[in-house]
T-cell receptor, first 111, second 114 residues
């Protein structure tokens, strides 16, 4: 079992729709969870962090965490073509010594 | 200053060359990281420095040699690399290891080994 699993996609959504990105992780000691956006040829950019079970909203982005199910998700409302990128899920390991990145989900938002 | 600066942006080197990658941050962060990213793959951790001391080496071959001269600067010395080492090398920093903050990444150095 991989440490962090994401559907590689591509996930195709029309402009204005909700994009739902999912991630499961294996380290039960993970306490902090991050979502990064990476445009092709660019470096990862932090867009959301979540530490407690439940939902956390920031603008068009909502992160959801369920530690019992070892599941974290990212919702993007009113998706825009500029949201087209690879989204990387990154839980911390136990003790937060490092971030472990999932394989990423490629999102394509069509006009 | 909220940036991590990496130089050079692009590097082409032969298998017998010695070169260095440089990373600098002035955010007062005490943890710095080197990641390697191949095309269509996630970043893979190579090294972690905490308070200028190496705290994690993810079994990286000795042809990669990290150095942290001070709290703002991180180098990666390269020697006798192989073509399969061609990748995007990313530097990142965070407030400290063990703290619940995400990393800030530099723009990366795209390395090609010929």
């Amino acid at each position: 079992q991989k440490e962090v699993e994401q559907n590689s996609g591509p996930l195709s959504v029309p402009e204005g729709a909700i994009a739902s990105l999912n991630c499961t992780y294996s380290d039960r000691g993970s306490q902090s969870f991050f979502w990064y956006r990476q445009y092709s040829g660019k470096s990862p950019e932090l867009i959301m962090s979540i530490y407690s079970n439940g939902d956390k909203e920031d603008g068009r982005f909502t992160a959801q965490l369920n530690k019992a199910s070892q599941y974290v998700s990212l919702l993007i409302r009113d998706s825009q073509p500029s949201d087209s990128a690879t989204y990387l899920c990154a839980p911390s390991n136990t003790g937060f010594q490092k971030l472990v990145f999932g394989t990423g989900t490629r999102l394509l938002v069509s006009p | 200053d909220t940036e991590v600066t990496q130089t050079p942006k692009h590097l082409v080197m032969g298998m017998t060359n010695k070169k260095s990658l440089k990373c600098e941050q002035h955010m007062g962060h005490r943890a710095m990281y080197w990641y390697k990213q191949k095309a269509k793959k996630p970043p893979e951790l190579m090294f972690v420095y905490s308070y200028e001391k190496l705290s994690i080496n993810e079994s990286v071959p000795s042809r990669f040699s990290p150095e942290c001269p001070n709290s703002s600067l991180l180098n990666l010395h390269l020697h006798a690399l192989q073509p399969e080492d061609s990748a995007l090398y990313l530097c990142a920093s965070s407030q400290a290891v063990g703290m619940d903050y995400g990393y800030t990444f530099g723009s990366g150095t795209r390395l090609t080994v010929v």
